[in-house]
């Protein structure tokens, strides 16, 4: 009685000791492919910061035993002899690179891969309207057809409507004024609303030597009428004044093609077309209606449906579309008026300072803010080494007598005889690290606004139509819009990364 009793006992341990000894292999072997996740993960940010300091694929890919490494095979870390990593990377076309990299760990392999964006398009672009600083739409007649950003706080008043999504960096006033599908609320909750959202980084156009090499390098141009009247950098040859006025017409449209430099300022009214960004120096003019000649279809597609988005950009990719990029301000209409002087008194003047604190944006009461003491670490926005203050009529005026620009047509004697404030449609991209100020009548935007500062107002509507094919998931040439390759961008970024 007492051997059966032990023997059964020996046979219940046996059993116990194989259930313990095989979940502690399972268990071994779980943490081994969590651990070989890791890796692999890590060998993609390796290849990820080898692309982004070369923008190439040739020298990613490693292959090492981490035994290998100066780490003695000592009784504690003798399970190294089984730690291998391998990388690699293969170009793909439009500067991306697929990377892939295997990582095995006690017998245990796991694959990742990822594609891997060179100098990818700024997602500042990514938005109808997007503000570094405080974002803000007062009346009804404000409609925005797409998504909406502030890197600051974003304050909506009396019932403008947002189709689209709204995300702000400083939360979000007025969130019950809001119509359209960004006022959609499910179980109490704005679902179209995230306030305190990561900041996105703004490009920055102080050095302006990227695009004149781009230019000079594509033999990029703008015409009128067949005549070169930009040769890829204008104003830089110490026999013109750096100043220009670019009129289209329906007969001869305003032809861009690549990026231009303009050295000074840019007064721009009438037809444009192709596909290129004119650079500005100093400010852009929006004098008149700007319009392409050779338009989108539609103003934008069918539905928000991602298909329907993705055929649309698709169906319109040869269409016209320009960028205007000022190093300093964008001016839209008549300064010289009355409503601009009210516009300047109400709203301009009080905005522009850089003494915005440690955090880089107005209104925020953070460290450094209206101390009257330039941080320039964080305060020097625009990256001029020099620290500004409220915006003041001399950032609007043109750089001397618009009378003395090229290509000024006859008959204009002043900037007013050039100029209205009864715009209606403006189209294109419209780029700065200052203000875009001015205003309309009505006035419809086909495009994109990115600027630091806005000011904004009309004398009845305005709407905002994004572009799609401005999208980061569709811009990848850099001749034609304004993309990262500038100081504070990040120079590689995922499309997307799975496990094989």
């Known amino acids: 009685m007492i051997m059966a009793f032990v023997a059964i006992f020996v046979i219940m341990a046996c059993g116990v000791l194989y259930l313990v000894n095989t979940e502690v292999n399972a268990a071994r072997r779980h943490w081994d492919g969590a651990k070989a996740l890791y890796l692999a993960q890590a060998g993609i940010e390796r290849a990820k910061y080898t692309i982004a300091s070369t923008g190439a694929a040739g020298s990613v890919g490693p292959t090492f035993n981490l035994a290998a490494t100066g780490v003695?095979?000592?009784?504690?870390?003798?399970r190294l002899n089984d730690i291998n990593i391998s990388v690699s990377a293969q170009g793909l076309p439009n500067s991306v690179f697929r990377a892939i990299s295997s990582a095995t760990v006690g017998g245990v392999t796991r694959r990742v891969k990822a594609d891997i964006e060179y100098n990818p398009p700024s997602k500042v672009f990514d938005y109808a309207y997007f503000l570094n600083n405080w974002?803000?739409?007062?009346?009804?007649?404000?409609?925005?057809?797409?998504?909406?950003?502030?890197?600051?706080?974003?304050?909506?008043?009396?019932?403008?409507?947002?189709?689209?999504?709204?995300?702000?960096?400083?939360?979000?006033g007025g969130s019950d004024n809001v119509q359209g599908k960004a006022g959609t609320v499910e179980d109490g909750e704005y679902i179209y609303q995230h306030p305190d959202s990561p900041t996105e980084e703004m490009p920055n156009l102080e050095d302006l030597s990227y695009y004149e090499t781009q230019a000079a390098a594509e033999g990029s141009t703008v015409k009128i009428g067949g005549v070169t009247v930009i040769n890829a950098v204008y104003g830089d040859d110490g026999g013109e004044s750096g100043n220009i006025v670019l009129v289209g017409t329906d007969a001869n449209p305003?032809?861009?093609?690549?990026?231009?430099?303009?050295?000074?300022?840019?007064?721009?009214?009438?037809?444009?077309?192709?596909?290129?960004?004119?650079?500005?120096?100093?400010?852009?003019?929006?004098?008149?209606?700007?319009?392409?000649?050779?338009?989108?279809?539609t103003p934008r597609p069918s539905s928000d449906d991602p298909a329907?988005?993705?055929?649309?950009?698709?169906?319109?990719?040869?269409?016209?579309?320009?960028?205007?990029?000022?190093?300093?301000?964008?001016v839209m209409g008549d300064y010289t008026s009355g409503n601009w002087q009210w516009l300047k008194d109400n709203y301009l003047y009080g905005m522009g300072s850089e003494d915005v604190g440690q955090d880089g944006i107005p209104d925020t009461s953070d460290t450094g803010e209206d101390d009257s003491t330039f941080q320039s670490e964080y305060e020097d926005l625009d990256k001029d080494s020099t620290f500004d203050g409220n915006y003041q009529d001399s950032d609007f005026v043109t750089s001397g007598d618009i009378t003395n620009f090229t290509n000024i047509p006859e008959g204009i004697d002043s900037f007013s005889d050039i100029s209205t404030n009864?715009?209606?449609?403006?189209?294109?991209?419209?780029?700065?690290?200052?203000?875009?100020?001015?205003?309309?009548?009505?006035?419809?935007?086909?495009?994109?606004?990115?600027?630091?500062?806005?000011?904004?107002?009309?004398?009845?509507?305005?709407?905002?139509?994004?572009?799609?094919?401005?999208?980061?998931?569709?811009?990848?040439?850099p001749n034609w819009l304004i993309d990262l390759?500038?100081?504070?961008?990040?120079?590689?970024?995922?499309?997307g990364w799975w496990e094989d």
């Open 72 to 78: 003695t095979s000592s009784a504690s870390n003798a």
């Open 135 to 172: 974002g803000w739409m007062d009346g009804s007649g404000i409609t925005v057809n797409g998504d909406v950003r502030s890197n600051g706080r974003f304050d909506f008043m009396n019932s403008p409507t947002v189709e689209g999504e709204v995300y702000a960096g400083q939360g979000i």
């Open 254 to 297: 305003v032809e861009v093609s690549g990026p231009v430099v303009v050295t000074g300022d840019v007064v721009i009214s009438g037809r444009v077309t192709g596909q290129g960004t004119i650079y500005s120096g100093r400010n852009v003019y929006v004098v008149n209606n700007v319009e392409y000649d050779n338009p989108p279809l």
């Open 308 to 330: 329907d988005i993705d055929q649309w950009a698709s169906d319109n990719a040869e269409k016209d579309i320009v960028g205007f990029a000022a190093r300093e301000n964008v």
């Open 422 to 477: 009864n715009i209606s449609k403006v189209e294109g991209v419209y780029y700065t690290n200052h203000a875009f100020a001015g205003w309309g009548n009505g006035v419809v935007f086909n495009g994109a606004l990115v600027s630091k500062d806005e000011a904004i107002a009309a004398y009845t509507s305005i709407t905002f139509n994004y572009d799609e094919r401005l999208h980061s998931r569709y811009g990848k040439d």
């Open 485 to 495: 390759r500038l100081p504070f961008s990040d120079n590689a970024g995922y499309l």
